[in-house]
């Protein structure tokens, strides 16, 4: 079965433009996440989507993050106006609560390096 | 808030020899507990978790970790270490309540010395 898949794999832009990465979750998954990884640190939260539930966007670091998911399926994050803080590799997840179990495995796509000159 | 502390950012071990990937976290209300590992140019891969029960969980690859409370630690262990272990580890906390967002530590580089 085919896992999370992300596209582009890598991305290079130039400082102001606009991107949108890709997600394609796990087929079933009900949840899923999008995470920001920095060189050289750990994983930062950036938005839930769980079902048709409102999306938890806590972590979205500015208004020029917003990101978007079509009920169960596809799921895309924009970034506008790139900064080149924003350079990162931007990783998404996928779970599905199994009856019985307190909690979900999320399961990750390869990610997309974003470098912003 | 809930963190995660992973204290060493590079661990070098034998290979055969016995390894310890050390993490800490601090949480409200009971945690929930992950292990990670990331190859390079590769996703994170999930190792093993920590919900209920038995504090000694064991996970893929003949990895295992122990929980304790008192400790707030979670530490990740395997008795024989391969080559092939050579990995970024990250250790990821929730609190058994909420949402399902993961609080990730800042990894640890293990090394395995042929």
């Known amino acids: 079965g085919a896992g999370v898949s992300q596209s582009p794999s890598n991305k290079v832009t130039e400082k102001g433009k606009d991107v949108e990465l890709r997600c394609d979750p796990i087929?079933?998954?009900?949840?899923l996440y999008w995470y920001r990884q920095r060189l050289g640190q750990g994983l930062e939260f950036l938005i839930y989507f769980q079902g048709n539930s409102a999306p938890d966007k806590s972590g979205l670091p500015s208004d020029r993050f917003s990101a978007e998911r079509t009920g169960e399926s596809v799921s895309t994050l924009t970034i506008q106006r790139t900064q080149q803080e924003d350079s990162a590799v931007y990783l998404c997840a996928s779970s599905s609560r199994l009856a019985g179990t307190l909690t979900d495995t999320q399961y990750f796509g390869p990610g997309t390096r974003l470098t912003v000159l | 808030a809930q963190s995660v502390a992973q204290p060493e950012d590079q661990v070098n071990v034998a290979e055969g020899n016995p390894l310890t990937v050390k993490c800490t976290y601090s949480v409200s209300g009971n945690p929930y507990l992950f292990w990670y590992v990331q190859y390079p140019n590769r996703g994170l891969q999930f190792l093993l978790k920590y919900i209920t029960g038995d504090n000694l969980v064991k996970g893929s690859y003949g990895f295992e970790a122990e929980f304790n409370k008192s400790q707030t630690s979670f530490h990740l262990k395997k008795p024989s270490a391969l080559v092939s272990d050579s990995a970024l580890y990250f250790c990821a906390v929730r609190p058994n309540f909420g949402n399902e967002k993961l609080t990730f530590g800042t990894g640890t580089r293990l090394t395995i010395i042929p």
């Open positions: 087929s079933g998954h009900t949840a």
